[in-house]
C-alpha cells in the first residue's frame, strides 16, 4: 500500500470474520467508536466462502444483542449430520440428542451486508 490516511478510533479490530463483526457492533451499540480492519478486501471478502456455520450459542449471543434477525430469517438450520462409510452410512439426529440445538447456515460475506 503506497497511499497512507490517518484514522483515529478507541478500538481497532482486527478481522472481518464473525468474531469481529459481532465485538465491533457491540462496541458501537455501547457507544464506543471502532474500526474494522481485515487483510482482505470488501471483493475478496465477499466472494470467499468462509464461517459457513454458526453454533446455536453463537446464534443465541446474536439475538441477545439484536444481531440475530438476518441470520434467522435468510439462513437456515442443520439438525444432522451423516457419516458414510464404503458398505453403510450413519445418521445423527444431533438436533435431537441436543435438545433441538441446531447449526445455522450463512455464509461470512452475508454477514458484513
Do not use: W
Not at 470474520?17 to 482482505?40: E, F, K, M, T
Amino acid at each position: 500500500m503506497t497511499n497512507s490516511t490517518a484514522l483515529k478510533t478507541s478500538v481497532c479490530i482486527l478481522g472481518s470474520g464473525p468474531a469481529g463483526i459481532v465485538v465491533g457492533n457491540i462496541l458501537l451499540q455501547n457507544g464506543i467508536d471502532c474500526i474494522i480492519a481485515d487483510r482482505y478486501n470488501r471483493e475478496e471478502i465477499y466472494t470467499r466462502a468462509r464461517a459457513g456455520v454458526l453454533e446455536s450459542t453463537t446464534v443465541d449471543l446474536l439475538k441477545k444483542h439484536g444481531l440475530a434477525d438476518t441470520i434467522l430469517q435468510n439462513g437456515y438450520t442443520h439438525d444432522t449430520c451423516e457419516f458414510r462409510y464404503p458398505d453403510y452410512s450413519v445418521v445423527f439426529d444431533y438436533g435431537k440428542l441436543a435438545d433441538g440445538d441446531v447449526h445455522y447456515i450463512y455464509p461470512q460475506s452475508n454477514l458484513n451486508d
